[in-house]
């Protein structure tokens, strides 16, 4: 027998080299051995995808979006805004993206403050949508996914925006990942809550999801037991809006008939094309006149996408691994259905659902090549030149936005000047944002937001300082041709037409 033998002791307090790990024997030499790096965790890829979506937004968006908010943002910001009147709420809206807003207002007045909140809001969101198909798909290809959609222009550009398409498209990801996972009770509920915020903000968009997933469980036995979950949660979030309904429009089918008309009335339009040429913006293509898209060579991937997905279908059919693909493609198609086939108009926005469900098949597709050296190389570098055309897009529509939001400013502070303080009201085609920007009322008297008649609005300018908002060379209608014009630097030739001052009311009438 030996008198001695090598004996394996503790690795030593100083640090080894990275990669190594160290032995040393009794009286023998040291033995150095091997260790593979530690890999970094499925939920850190997700977590950096999320943090650099983040980082995007406070960087590219809001620390250039200025002090202002956009037309739409305008409006479902004031709801709950306690220092602003409420503007008008058409019949299409839904309340979610409000809702969302209203302890960010109640705080702060700042349209900065509120952009960076929602901005690092979204990013969570991102995370936990995508999150729920780790056990589906994996941890990069989730990683992968989340990447796909949020490096899209208007993806970055919505994060930091009260608008309700982006907060429907993480709500249509989680929901469709919680269908597909097994489990009891639980997931089924998370299931429920999804479908329940899809339909706080955007009401339609949560009726062809549901109609989808639950086509998708009758056709599998095994998800037949989430029908009831389905029903609970689109009805959960349907209940306000039915209520809704009934107190300001009479009932559901009475709301249904005023949005198809403030839609420009829905029925069979090809909008496809119209979808097209709004990829690259502008953010609302109403009437969209231009016969191709703004920088129509950054906008081919919208024609390669169904090329793609198609190609990610063949492959899943052919490994038998389909569910993970086929239902996310079903209900991004059911998504997008309004939006191409029911309205005239477009918005890049619409699509974000859509895009968001699409962005998992496609990850999978990608994962697939990495046993194909020479074409994940080719995807990589494709990719990379995706997101690059995607920041040139972003670069423009930020700018126009910033312009466009900074003219709203500018009409505020000019009707300021001229005596507009509140209470006060303003009327005129771009009356909404203007007036929430100075803190004043709004009415329209025509068009798709008309929310009073001329002479209700005549009786309340002898009441409350109000002024009319007209375009460059524009004349005022006939009932104000004798009120008084201001034009309002910043704003392009924009003019404000002051009412006469109004009599002023004592304790004892005017």
Known sequence: MPTHSAQRTAPPASPAPAGLLWWRSGTGPQVTVARAPRAVSGDTWLAGVAALYCLAQLALVVTRLGHGLGWDESVYVSQYDPRTPTV?????????????TAPLTAVSGSAVVLRAALAVLSS???YAAFRVWRPLVGARTTALAALLFAGLWIAVLSGAMAMPNLWVAFGAVGAVGWFLREGGRGRRWWLAGCVAAVALFRAPDAVWLVLALAGAALLRRGRRETLPFLAAGLGAGLAQWVVEAYVRWGGVLERLRVSSATEGDMGLHLNVGTAWRAVNGPLLCRPCTAGHPALPGLALWWLALPLLVAAAVYVAGRERRAAPVLLPVACAAALCVPYLLLIGYAAPRFLLPSYALLSLPLAVLLRRLRGRRLLAYAAVAVLVCHLAGQLV????QVTQTARTDARYVAAARGLRAMGLTPPCLVTGPRALPVGYAAGCASAQTRGNNRSTT???LLRRAARVPTALLTGPG???PRYARDWTPYDLPGTRGWTAWKAPVPLRRGPLGP
């Open 124 to 126: 969570a969101a991102l």
């Open 393 to 396: 897009v972003l670069d423009a």
């Open 88 to 100: 008008f709420f058409s019949a299409p809206r839904s309340r979610g993206t409000s809702l969302l």
């Open 474 to 476: 524009r004349r005022p």
């Open 454 to 456: 001329r002479a209700a």
